[in-house]
């Protein structure tokens, strides 16, 4: 970075933009932290990341029942939750408090309890009850525990409704058709497996490349504006447009990484095409760079940056609404994060490529993100112009020294 | 300590042998003395344990303050437009959980929801009152947004039990015109009922479910943060000797510095920890079986874990950007790691593994267990012996301080980096 003085003769002169992007590039090569941060932060998040969800969906969650019928029916009923997809049943107890502490212990994460006297109920002509518990502390487990559940009791059920109406001297069609009056067709769009991964990645490898491309941009900086160097020698303008190129440069390729090839490997459906993916992409990256510019003029120490950021990534994982539905997060808060780049990026890239919205419909977040690109750029022309100022002050009075 | 006024110089290779002269105690006390002064010249290490902790979990809690998903649009396209489809969408409107939202053409609500302006569409087939009275089997199409999982599966259930209560209504009635005696049409309706309960968490409260990872694990950013920056600190310092006599040299009294360390931030973080639970369990009053104080007694182990960890970055890459950024890497996903949204028996084994490095993942089942299932004492310190692992690195940390520490103050004897501002802003 420290430049000898005979090249800074030569930049006195007016170094084209090209000379200035190969000397940012050299700047952040060369510097290890921001090497580290860039190839191997996105490197290796791109493993580390989306690992846990790598099973997609939760499958053959313990399940734990209490059988106070032992009938039949009732054995018949366990087979039908056993043969759920969803639960796995690992035992039979005599008493519920005991399947709960079976729960507490983490060896089962549901219960079922089958009351006595379920089947002759059933036959009597008499309603039952069957309960379900699920650990709700986990959410998806619960989820899959009562879908399992629900399903194997309403089979059950049906069962039993048409043995009875047969008896009643229905026509088996008949009977069939009186139970099924209406079809409802439930289909999930856009992640047709319910997968985690298809539902976490998209939106967590574009925030990985926003925090990555801020923490470059700010160790860059934050080195800098103390010493003299390059920096000074080209005027503002030029220097922002020269370091965002350099950073546009890298993460061109980064970018095609994370939405070209690990967008496939982690099965996440695509509906837009290649050109537009890249022309929604294009403004964000400029944003972002820009924006990294001129938050890297608010510190000189190289160690905040990414201190900063650490901190702010999560809350802008959850406020950027892929996570909890941006209908229920406070009005203020959706305001404030919107001049994020990643907030509006993340919606728009979901809403194009995973959910196949037309272009026009997502032109407004993309011509928001132009403007961000065009607010963050005249900031960093200021905050570079302030951190030159100080500096030269700074020279001024040890001179006077 | 007065011994201690000549030249820097030669009492910084005096000091070690004559610190055992010194108590052990006046020397902490000393070393806890000079990490305050310290602390309070760092606007940023001040930042880190004053307003940025509490300013963050205002705002995550504020984030998921709704708590119960409500009033989710679903886009309702009625082709039918007779009185049982009528009926159907006020079926969906008295669940509290959808707010159906009129479309009259499929396609323009098809890109409402490709722009996620509403989350589901319930689509009514022409004829379909028609086709239900003649004996025909009309298909009701519901589509939600699996694309935002949590929305689209929580929509799912509850558009497939609103329609499914209204159609038993129609299915009823049917029966009473078959001449069917009314006490027996429930149950032949509905002959198994089934009772769903949510156990440790009734209303399904997502404050109770996601708030406190999530804020755990800012939490252990917040302390992993505070204790690099304190440790980084030391790389940066003169080898001098300060007036009261301790040497800013790093090998000299690391150890007793970094007990110092621990005991000025053990009860900060500890403060900042059980104001979490203060916050979450007293003030939002959520549900809570077990006892606060054998929480705060686990936080107490995650913190030291957390400290462990640091240490032995530090040790190993010596240099502040290097430290903070190995941390970060580190410590960044831990959420996803700790098995609350995903769980934890359905990772990948590797995954598994890595979650171990992770305080926050040992400590969070212990959180559960405490808050959910009430354990107590035993139960959780028998849970604490997962972080054997942990102690078992102390004595590899203390080998390698040994051997690369002094490398260190070696290299840094050569360039001092004087220019190394105390200040950020």
Redesign the interface.
């Known amino acids: 970075m420290n430049l000898s003085n005979g090249e800074h003769s030569n930049m006195q002169l007016q170094i084209s933009l090209w000379r200035l992007i190969i000397t940012e590039l050299k700047a952040i090569i060369s510097d290890?932290?921001i090497a580290?941060?860039l190839f191997?932060?996105v490197l290796?998040?791109s493993v580390?990341?989306p690992?846990?969800?790598?099973?997609q969906v939760?499958?053959e969650?313990q399940l734990i029942v209490v059988d106070l019928d032992h009938s039949s029916l009732s054995r018949q009923l366990i087979r039908n939750a056993d043969a759920s997809a969803k639960i796995q049943v690992i035992g039979q107890v005599g008493s519920i408090t005991e399947a709960?502490r079976f729960?507490?212990i983490?060896k089962a994460?549901g219960?079922l309890v089958i009351p006595e006297g379920f089947r002759r109920d059933?036959l009597l002509?008499?309603?039952?009850?069957?309960?379900?518990?699920?650990?709700?502390?986990?959410?998806?487990?619960?989820?899959a525990i009562?879908?399992g559940?629900?399903s194997a009791?309403?089979d059950?059920?049906k069962q039993?409704?048409l043995i009875?109406m047969l008896a009643q001297g229905e026509n088996p069609k008949q009977a069939q058709?009186?139970l099924?009056?209406?079809?409802?067709?439930?289909?999930?769009?856009?992640?047709?497996s319910?997968g985690?991964t298809?539902?976490v990645v998209p939106g967590l490898f574009l925030l990985i490349l926003h925090q990555t491309l801020l923490i470059g941009t700010g160790?860059l900086g934050a080195g800098q504006w103390?010493h003299k160097g390059y920096w000074q020698q080209v005027s503002p303008v030029q220097l922002v447009c020269g370091r965002t190129l350099a950073f546009m440069l890298i993460y061109i390729f980064f970018t095609s990484f994370y939405v070209g090839y690990c967008y496939h490997w982690y099965n996440v459906s695509i509906q837009a095409s290649l050109g537009l993916v890249a022309l929604w992409l294009l403004p964000f990256l400029l944003a972002t760079a820009a924006a990294g510019v001129a938050m890297s003029t608010?510190?000189?120490?190289?160690?905040?940056p990414?201190?900063v950021l650490?901190?702010i990534?999560?809350?802008i994982l959850?406020?950027s609404?892929?996570?909890?539905?941006?209908?229920?997060?406070?009005a203020p808060?959706v305001l404030g994060s919107q001049f994020i780049p990643a907030v509006p990026a993340i919606?728009g890239m979901?809403?194009l490529n995973?959910?196949?919205?037309?272009w026009a419909?997502?032109m407004p977040k993309w011509l928001q993100l132009w403007g961000l690109f065009a607010v963050f750029f005249g900031l960093s022309i200021l905050g570079i112009k302030r951190r030159a100022k100080i500096l030269l002050a700074e020279a001024n009075d040890k001179r006077r020294v | 300590m007065t011994e201690h006024t000549t030249d820097a110089q030669t009492v910084d290779t005096l000091s070690e042998p004559r610190a055992i002269d010194v108590s052990f105690m006046a020397l902490i006390v000393a070393l806890v003395r000079r990490e305050l002064r310290a602390l309070w010249h760092d606007p940023?290490q001040l930042a880190?344990i004053s307003y940025?902790p509490l300013l963050?979990m205002l705002?995550?809690w504020?984030?998921?303050?709704?708590g119960l998903?409500?009033?989710?649009?679903v886009a309702i396209v009625d082709q039918d437009h007779s009185q049982l489809s009528r009926m159907l969408t006020r079926q969906l409107k008295a669940n509290s959980v959808t707010a159906p939202q009129s479309f009259t053409d499929l396609s323009s609500a098809v890109?409402a929801?490709?722009?996620?302006k509403v989350?589901a569409?319930v689509v009514f087939p022409y004829d379909?009152k028609k086709d239900?009275l003649t004996?025909h089997?009309?298909?009701?199409?519901?589509?939600?947004?699996?694309?935002?999982?949590?929305?689209?599966?929580l929509l799912?259930?509850q558009?497939?039990l609103s329609?499914?209560e209204g159609?038993q209504q129609?299915?009823s009635l049917?029966q009473l015109a078959t001449g069917t005696p009314k006490s027996?049409v429930?149950?032949?309706l509905?002959?198994?009922?089934?009772?769903?309960?949510?156990?440790?968490?009734?209303n399904?409260n997502?404050i109770g479910?996601?708030v406190p990872p999530?804020l755990v694990?800012?939490w252990q950013?917040?302390s992993m943060?505070a204790m690099a920056?304190s440790l980084?600190r030391e790389l940066h310092l003169a080898p001098v000797m300060q007036a009261d006599g301790i040497s800013d040299r790093l090998t000299t009294h690391f150890w007793p510095k970094v007990l110092a360390k621990m005991t000025l931030f053990t009860p900060i973080l500890l403060l900042q920890g059980g104001f979490i639970i203060a916050g979450l369990y007293l003030y939002l009053a959520l549900p809570m079986a077990g006892s606060l104080v054998v929480l705060l007694f686990a936080q107490l182990a995650m913190l030291l874990a957390i400290w462990i960890l640091v240490l032995l970055i530090f040790v190993l890459m010596r240099d502040?950007?290097?430290?903070?950024?190995f941390c970060?890497?580190l410590?960044?996903?831990a959420?996803?790691?700790m098995?609350?949204?995903?769980?934890t028996h359905?990772?990948?084994q590797?995954?598994q593994w890595?979650?171990l490095i992770m305080p926050s993942s040992h400590y969070i089942e212990s959180h559960?267990?405490v808050?959910?299932?009430g354990?107590s004492w035993p139960y959780v310190a028998s849970q604490m012996s997962s972080y054997w692992g942990f102690i078992c690195l102390f004595p590899v940390i203390y080998l390698l301080a040994r051997k690369l520490l002094p490398m260190t103050v070696n290299l840094n004897a050569v360039s001092i980096d004087a220019?190394m501002?105390a200040k950020?802003?």
């Open positions: 290890k932290a580290v941060t191997g932060g290796f998040y580390l990341y690992l846990p969800y790598l099973n939760p499958t969650q709960k729960i507490e983490g994460h219960l059933l002509g008499k309603g039952v009850t069957l309960s379900y518990g699920g650990d709700a502390s986990y959410f998806l487990i619960y989820s009562a879908e559940l629900v009791g309403m059950a059920g039993v409704q009875g058709e009186s099924n009056s209406l079809h409802l067709n439930s289909v999930p769009a856009f992640n047709p319910l985690y298809p539902y160790i103390r608010l510190f000189t120490r190289r160690d905040l990414t201190q650490l901190l990534s999560m809350p959850f406020v609404g892929f996570v909890w539905p941006i209908a229920l997060i406070p808060l919606m979901l809403e995973q959910m196949g919205a037309s419909s997502v | 940023w880190l940025i963050g705002c995550l504020w984030l998921f303050s709704a998903p409500r009033q989710l649009p890109s929801m490709q722009q996620a989350y569409i379909m239900l004996g089997k009309p298909t009701i199409d519901v589509r939600y947004n699996s694309q935002f999982l949590l929305v689209g599966k799912s259930s558009i497939q329609l499914g159609l129609v299915a049917k027996q429930a149950v032949d509905n002959p198994v009922k089934s009772q769903t309960t949510a156990l440790f968490n009734r399904n997502y479910f996601l999530v694990a800012l950013l917040l943060l920056n980084n502040s950007a290097r430290v903070i950024s970060t890497a410590f960044a996903p959420f996803a790691f098995g609350i949204t995903f769980p359905e990772m990948p590797l995954a890595w979650r559960v267990s808050v959910s299932y354990a220019a501002p950020g802003q």
